[in-house]
Each structure stands twice: as C-alpha cells, then as structure tokens.
C-alpha cells in the first residue's frame, strides 16, 4: 500500500517563505487574488506564529492528508475523496462548492478560490504532475533548508521513512484519532 | 624511518603572538593607537527612562529586507508592524494590531505603526524589520501600497558615527503614544 506524507522539520525550518511562495508560483501562477478565507496570498501553506506561550512558536500548517479525513466523510458528492496513494484530493467537476470541507477541517487548510467558488487545498495540479513524475512537491523541492521531505510512509526505504525512523516527530492534534499524515520533526 | 610529527597533539611549538598562546584581538585598532579588546561604551542615543520610552531594534527579514521584492506575496510574507512584548503591551493597554505613535526621543521624528504584540521581543524593547516598512519612493503605485505601512528605523536615529567601527547604528530610543 502506498501511503504519501509530507514531513516538516520545525527546527530546521528559517521561516523563508519559500514553500509558501513556490506553491503560489507553480500551482496559482503567482496571482495576485487575496485567499480571504486565511488573509493570505493563494497558497496552500499557511504560517501560524502563536506569540503569547512560553517561548514563540512557528508551525506551517497545510492539509494534513488525514487517513479519517473529515473532510471526506461530510462531502456530499465526492469531491472529495482519499486517493489509492494516501492523499486527500477534489474532483472539481463533483464539487458543488457547499463548503462542508472547510467546516470540517479541524485545521482550516481549506480556502476558497472566489474565481470558481470551490475549496482548494494541498496538493493542487502542478504538484501532483511532479509527484507522478517521480519528482518532490513544490514545497519540498524549493526548501533551501531541506526543512521538508515527501514520500511514501509504507515503503521503509523512502527518504521520509528513513528520516522518521531516526527522529522525533509529532502530528498536529494527533488525539482527535484522524491520523493525520504530516510529521512535524521536533528533534533529529 | 621518523614519524611524521604533524599529527602530535599538544602542538610544541609556540604561536606567533607576545605570549606565545592564542591571543583574539584587532591589530588594525592597536595600529591606530586604540585600545584593542572590546569595551563597554554608552551608546550614540538617550537611553529609556520612562515606561513609555523603548529601545527600537531591528533586524532584516529574509525576504523582502534583503531583495525589495516588489511581488504581490510580498505583502503578506514581510511583517510590517512593530513588535512589542506582551507585558509593556499590557502596561501600556495596548493591542495586537492597535495603532501606536512612535517618536525618536533623539530627533522627534513621529511616524506611526501598527503593533503586534508577540514575545519574540523582551521587555523594554522594540523590534521593527529594516527595509521594509516605511518606504516612502514616488515610484510605489497603488497597487503595492502596503510598502508604505511600518516604519524604517533609521528614521529615529542620531545619524552619529561609532568612534571605533565607523558605522552609524540603526538601533535607537522611542516614545511611545497609545492613539
């Protein structure tokens, strides 16, 4: 079974923008549309900066390929649905922009394109062409700081399994029981 | 046959300096007759004394500091506000987003930004990106008009010199007024 994941290592992460802009460039072709749903540029990635704990903290938050995806269940034409390889995807031509998706995404990684008036998410066309073609995501490829990794979590050889097996990793609101498939890398 | 004696540790032979150990210091400042290790000198600016008085740091954004990106993402990947720690925000009755006037308590010059409380700052201190906000060129079309938000920080210094690195500091004291 192919199960894909991203992987995000916070320690490594310089907070660039890099990822954030490349999926703007190569899946929005750099438009200029404001995503109103985040207050944010059209990107998949989203930076939350929580600024008021003991120390601040950063995280990227993008679709986290759930293997329970909420969003799936709640979608009431099958729009949306859970690819053989892992991910989480939308059939444009099924979706009839309810937006139940973005309702029931705990961690608001949907946002409205008000062009079509349909949920987008990680990941969009140009990623997917990369991926088929043996190649990393956007995000991953431009990352100057290898601060990000893809790949198939079922295969022990991927470049993901092997850094997972050798680090300390979380998954954001792991207890909800959806088992998110993003790896936040802690600690090598 | 000898062995080859670069390998020994410890090293025998003397280092080249007065003392024979590993001696840090500019010879280019001991050549000018100034004193070579790092002292503490009073800064070029009126240091704080009211609670509303802060020093105003800053540092340079990765992205748009360095490159003047005129790129529509610019806006949202570059932080224009000025950043203040929680607890003088708090003393202060100021808000994340609130907007507040800062002037130079140098040179009076009064400019205004918004605030973004955060504790990536510690207390007493101020933290603006340089080149980023604040621009002020003819050039800036309505399209990119969020350049002009934020302040430079250079707007509040003394224009003084270090005696010594010959650099004018960016960094420099302000008032702050709850608007």
């Not at chain 1, 053989?84 to 139940?100: A, R, T, W």
């Not at chain 2, 005129?70 to 203040?84: E, S």
């Not at chain 2, 207390?123 to 002020?136: D, I, Q």
Request: charged share 25%; hydrophobic share 35%.
């Amino acid at each position: 079974m192919t199960r894909l994941a991203h992987l995000w290592y916070q320690s490594r992460c310089t907070a660039c923008g890099a990822c954030i802009a490349a999926c703007n460039a190569a899946n929005y072709h750099s438009t200029d549309i404001t995503n109103k749903a985040w207050g944010w540029l059209a990107s998949n990635i989203r930076r939350v900066e929580i600024l008021r704990g003991h120390r601040p903290l950063l995280y990227l938050i993008q679709c986290q390929h759930r293997e329970a995806a909420p969003c799936v269940t709640v979608c009431l034409t099958g729009g949306s649905y859970k690819d053989v390889d892992g991910l989480v995807k939308i059939k444009p031509e099924l979706c009839i922009g309810c937006k139940y998706c973005m309702v029931a995404c705990i961690y608001n990684a949907r946002w409205l394109d008000e062009e079509t008036g349909l949920p987008r998410k990680c990941m969009e066309d140009e990623c997917l062409s990369q991926v088929k073609a043996g190649l990393d995501p956007v995000c991953v490829a431009v990352c100057p700081a290898k601060a990000r990794a893809f790949g198939d979590v079922d295969d022990p050889h991927s470049k993901i399994s092997r850094r997972l097996a050798k680090s300390r990793y979380v998954r954001l609101l792991e207890n909800k029981g959806t088992e998110p498939k993003y790896f936040v890398v802690v600690r090598p | 046959m000898k062995k080859k004696s670069y390998g020994v540790k410890p090293h025998r032979t003397a280092l080249g300096t007065p003392t024979g150990k590993v001696e840090i210091y500019s010879i280019t400042a001991l050549r000018s007759r100034l004193d070579p290790l790092p002292d503490n000198r009073e800064p070029l600016y009126t240091r704080p004394k009211a609670p509303d008085e802060f020093y105003l740091v800053n540092g340079k954004d990765d992205i748009v500091s360095s490159h003047l990106a005129f790129t529509h993402n610019a806006k949202y990947l570059g932080d224009r506000a000025v950043w203040m720690n929680p607890k003088d925000a708090e003393r202060l009755g100021v808000k994340d987003c609130d907007e507040v006037e800062l002037g130079g308590i140098d040179n009076g010059f009064k400019a205004r930004a918004r605030v973004r409380v955060t504790n990536r700052v510690r207390e007493g201190v101020l933290f603006a990106y340089a080149f980023l906000g604040g621009r002020r060129s003819s050039l800036i079309t309505e399209q990119f008009a969020y350049l002009r938000e934020g302040v430079n920080p250079q707007w509040f210094t003394t224009g003084k010199i270090e005696p010594v690195v010959g650099s004018a500091p960016t960094n420099s004291t302000v008032r702050v007024r709850r608007l």
